[in-house]
């Protein structure tokens, strides 16, 4: 059974961007497809990507993620997403390759073979859809712009164990993580008010709270995170693959 990790390496044969993103087609502005559901991204880059998970001891690594490498991230109106080029290609340090997280998820073998045509290369790509989330973090170690980091807490299926992943990121300096976690909660609230059909009162009052929420409080001496727990969240789904792995 294929259980989401957050990052793969995705390529041309990839079609179903349900888990992953997909490579965008030759010739448009960014490598990784968007959907009309995406809107206007905001860009910017980040370090520090960690993929954890909670153990009897607390958090540990769930995914190994070379601590220099930089990401573009990608906030869109459905998801987070997390991309790389300049991954070392030739080795399995990320965990892909036999561990078994690289998938053509649910492609044919006709349609994957017309994808390869529109879309070339690789990535070292992921994403969060954001009816997956329930908890949204932040953190600075030191003044504005410095150290700062921001963590996705992810919902897992029961059967599972039902403990979250955790996708921990460090905004480039230019920006500030108490307002991109605050564009994260609204952008998550104004998607799952459009997106689910059913909450209870509480919920879908919270909910619309949510989407005015201008700046994330972070204690003064940011000695602790800051912290929003969503009003409710959906276990990001499992897969089993359609073929083995090589």
């Given at each position: 059974?294929?259980?989401?990790?957050?990052?793969?390496?995705?390529?041309?044969?990839?079609?179903?961007?349900?888990?992953?993103?997909?490579?965008?087609?030759?010739?448009?502005?960014?490598?990784?497809?968007?959907?009309?559901?995406?809107?206007?991204?905001?860009?910017?880059?980040?370090?520090?990507?960690?993929?954890?998970?909670?153990?009897?001891?607390?958090?540990?690594?769930?995914?190994?993620?070379?601590?220099?490498?930089?990401?573009?991230?990608l906030l869109t109106d459905c998801r987070l997403i997390l991309y790389c080029a300049k991954y070392d290609k030739g080795s399995t340090w990320?965990?892909?390759?036999?561990?078994?997280?690289?998938?053509?998820?649910?492609?044919?073998?006709?349609?994957?073979?017309?994808?390869?045509?529109?879309?070339?290369?690789?990535?070292?790509?992921?994403?969060?859809?954001?009816?997956?989330?329930?908890?949204?973090?932040?953190?600075?170690?030191?003044?504005?712009?410095?150290?700062?980091?921001?963590?996705?807490?992810?919902?897992?299926?029961?059967?599972?164990?039902?403990s979250p992943f955790v996708i921990q990121f460090s905004p480039n300096k230019m920006h500030d993580c108490a307002e991109i976690a605050a564009?994260?909660?609204?952008?998550?609230?104004?998607?799952?008010?459009?997106?689910?059909?059913?909450?209870?009162?509480?919920?879908?009052?919270?909910?619309?709270?949510?989407?005015?929420?201008?700046?994330?409080?972070?204690?003064?001496?940011?000695?602790?995170?800051?912290?929003?727990?969503?009003?409710?969240?959906?276990?990001?789904?499992?897969?089993?693959?359609?073929?083995?792995?090589?």
């Amino acid at each position: 059974m294929y259980e989401w990790r957050c990052l793969a390496i995705v390529d041309g044969t990839d079609v179903d961007d349900g888990l992953s993103p997909i490579l965008s087609e030759t010739g448009t502005t960014l490598p990784v497809g968007l959907t009309p559901a995406d809107g206007r991204p905001r860009m910017f880059t980040a370090t520090g990507i960690e993929i954890l998970e909670s153990g009897p001891e607390g958090l540990r690594t769930a995914l190994d993620v070379p601590s220099g490498m930089e990401f573009h991230v990608l906030l869109t109106d459905c998801r987070l997403i997390l991309y790389c080029a300049k991954y070392d290609k030739g080795s399995t340090w990320i965990g892909l390759g036999a561990a078994g997280v690289v998938f053509a998820l649910g492609a044919t073998a006709v349609s994957a073979a017309r994808a390869a045509h529109r879309r070339k290369g690789k990535l070292l790509a992921g994403h969060v859809r954001y009816q997956w989330v329930s908890w949204v973090l932040a953190k600075r170690k030191g003044g504005r712009g410095t150290g700062q980091m921001i963590r996705l807490a992810v919902s897992r299926p029961d059967d599972l164990g039902g403990s979250p992943f955790v996708i921990q990121f460090s905004p480039n300096k230019m920006h500030d993580c108490a307002e991109i976690a605050a564009d994260i909660v609204q952008r998550i609230s104004k998607f799952r008010l459009g997106f689910d059909q059913e909450f209870t009162a509480k919920e879908l009052a919270d909910f619309q709270s949510l989407t005015t929420i201008e700046r994330f409080w972070i204690p003064h001496d940011n000695s602790d995170w800051g912290e929003c727990e969503l009003p409710s969240s959906w276990p990001v789904p499992t897969l089993t693959p359609a073929a083995p792995l090589p």
